[in-house]
């Protein structure tokens, strides 16, 4: 098992634009970690006589990427931003993995009348165009962060068990489960101890394509202005407020934000991806 | 199984998702903290004002007697009263639908046609520069965000280049006699061919750009299961006897591939439904998802209820037909 494991790993290190992504990753979860350390100024600090200045382009060291509408530095915001998107991230990753893992292996473990009451009800939820339930979640639940992260959350949570009842049920198959079953092995440790380890694999490839889907789908909410505070410094929300400016040509409000979402999505893809393929040894290239 | 018979327990088996789907719908306004009746009318309201929507939306009455009376309207496509407008919801949805559906269906076109036609090219380059290129394409593709590709896209063709509008379905004051609703329709019926050309204008930025992510999954889907065709026996024989390759492609090879391709392109359909809300909020495009997201900032519940009900109810239908339509063209596939 872990032999096998190292040796999908290296597989993974041979593919040279998912290494590159990896490096990039890293790159923002730092610049993420250190933002308000690095950021040269207050993110939410407005300052209405340095309105819209451009950046470094013009000459402008002292905001190297220039200032918004309210006079706000936006490297500074973009720095925060990418903190919020990973904290947002983060979390709807950790509570999906729990939350998902943990009734797809008890809805495929158990089967019967358990398996059906789960699956009917994360059919429900999976009734709903994903962005949709997202949408409608975060706004009954009102501006907030911590409701962004819940609306995203439970998008991903039937997904995710989805996904892991599928895989349980392959293993589920194994004699090697029958095998712990005759040694007396209870439930809670077969299903810790062989069914668990066995479907990390692809949990593991799931939960970074739906990091990458979490940043899209936090920044979809910012720019729609629903779950998120406007001044709130996160990457869709200040896009959205840069529209108006750039039909006027002040273009770097709307340009910045919008290159850092694409660079977050895709490096997390191209890393989801090159997991997938390194793991899951069916796929071909 | 037949084919009636298997629509017939797709729909049967959908009745438990559906009343889901309303419980979940109906419990959106009680998601709301506080008291949802000064969200929605904010704290300057008189006391009788309060009273009469607290009584219009019934909620003095015990939750499960609210689900029920909402249910029941529901099934009759009555969603109430817009709190903002006081018209009825159904009525202003079914006026915004068609502008949605125009769109989508759009996108849903230019995604299937350039989608198939590229990765089938780069199935045939296998393993070439250009296949790689195209697959990374497919993959930026998927990660970038529709509001912002419309948006660049909109300063570049509109502002900078100028060659087409900024927003909206029409051009102000133009004269559309709405007979189907789509104006591209509509507009050919009234003969007006300016009409026409200036509606396409309108319609070219919104649909490209809610095309982007059902194309690069297209183009995905398509090389793979192209991929997969052309190592069968059949493929092998035909070359075997000498058929150009470019003919056992496009004669023998294309029509088993498109099977899961037909697949991707009914899911991706109904995921545009609810990408819609974010091209039409760019473009200002005077569809149900603009509606939704302005009924939300207006905090107009029954409206907003209607419309997730709505869209969700269009992705479980579009869902099923897709289905059918996969178990039609497979023969493999039984109807079970």
Do not use: C
């Not at chain 2, 939704?292 to 409206?303: A, T, V």
Request: aromatic share 10%; glycine share 8%.
């Amino acid at each position: 098992m872990q032999s096998e494991f190292l040796q999908k790993l290296t597989i993974f290190r041979k593919n040279r634009l998912a290494m590159v992504a990896l490096f990039v990753a890293i790159l923002l979860v730092v610049l993420a970690l250190f933002a308000s350390f690095i950021s040269p100024y207050d993110p939410v600090s407005t300052d209405l006589e340095n309105k819209l200045l451009p950046g470094f382009w013009a000459g402008n060291w002292d905001h190297p990427l220039g200032t918004d509408n309210l006079g706000r530095d936006l490297l500074s915001r973009i720095l925060h931003g990418g903190a919020i998107s990973l904290r947002v991230g983060y979390m709807v990753i950790a509570v999906t993995a729990f939350f998902g893992t943990l009734l797809g292996i008890v809805s495929a473990y158990y089967g019967g009348v358990v398996d059906i009451l789960i699956m009917r009800v994360i059919d429900v939820f999976l009734s709903f165009p994903p962005l949709l339930l997202a949408l409608a979640i975060a706004a009954s639940l009102g501006a907030g962060l911590e409701n962004a992260m819940f609306a995203i959350s439970l998008v991903y949570i039937p997904q995710m068990a989805r996904v892991v009842r599928g895989s349980v049920l392959k293993v589920k198959t194994n004699s090697f489960i029958e095998a712990s079953r005759a040694l007396a092995g209870g439930n809670m440790w077969i299903m810790g101890r062989h069914i668990l380890p066995n479907i990390f694999p692809s949990a593991l490839v799931y939960l970074t394509l739906l990091l990458a889907d979490a940043i899209l789908y936090t920044a979809s909410l910012g720019f729609l202005g629903i779950g998120i505070k406007p001044s709130t410094p996160e990457w869709g929300a200040m896009l959205s407020s840069g529209k108006e400016y750039l039909l006027m040509g002040q273009w770097w409000v709307t340009v910045f934000p919008g290159i850092m979402i694409v660079l977050a999505v895709l490096s997390f893809n191209l890393v989801g991806d090159g997991l997938r393929e390194a793991f899951d040894s069916k796929l071909k290239r | 199984m037949g084919l009636l018979r298997y629509l017939l327990k797709r729909l049967f088996l959908l009745i438990p998702t559906v009343i889901g789907v309303t419980i979940l719908v109906f419990l959106l306004v009680h998601f709301i903290p506080g008291d949802p009746i000064e969200v929605m009318l904010g704290d300057k309201a008189t006391e009788a004002a309060r009273q009469a929507l607290t009584e219009r939306l019934g909620l003095d009455k015990p939750m499960y007697e609210q689900y029920w009376n909402w249910f029941v309207h529901a099934l009759q496509g009555d969603f109430g009263m817009s709190v903002q407008s006081r018209l009825p919801v159904t009525e202003a949805i079914l006026s915004r639908l068609p502008a949605t559906i125009e769109l989508a269906l759009t996108a849903t076109i230019v995604a299937a046609v350039f989608g198939i036609i590229v990765g089938v090219s780069a199935a045939y380059h296998h393993n070439s520069k250009f296949d790689h290129l195209l697959v990374t394409f497919s993959l930026v593709g998927v990660s970038i965000p529709i509001f912002w590709l419309g948006i660049m896209l909109m300063f570049l063709f509109s502002a900078i280049l100028g060659w087409l509008p900024v927003s909206g379905r029409i051009s102000m004051g133009a004269g559309v006699q709405e007979a189907t609703g789509f104006y591209l329709i509509d507009t050919l019926l009234q003969g007006d061919i300016s009409l026409f050309l200036d509606s396409l204008k309108h319609l070219l930025l919104p649909a490209l750009s809610l095309a982007t992510i059902p194309l690069s999954q297209i183009v995905r889907v398509t090389r793979s299961s192209m991929l997969d065709v052309l190592s069968e026996d059949y493929v092998r024989t035909a070359r075997a006897k000498g058929l150009p390759y470019r003919k056992i492609i496009y004669k023998h090879a294309l029509k088993n591939a498109l099977i899961p391709v037909i697949t991707v392109i009914g899911l991706q359909m109904g995921k545009l439904l609810a990408g819609a809300i974010l091209t039409e909020t760019v473009f200002s495009w005077p569809g149900t998802g603009r509606l939704l997201i302005q009924s939300i900032s207006n905090r107009d519940y029954p409206m907003v209820q209607g419309i997730v009900f709505i869209l969700a109810f269009a992705f479980i239908l579009v869902n099923i037909i897709v289905d059918v339509i996969y178990a039609k063209l497979d023969p493999r596939i039984r109807f079970e």
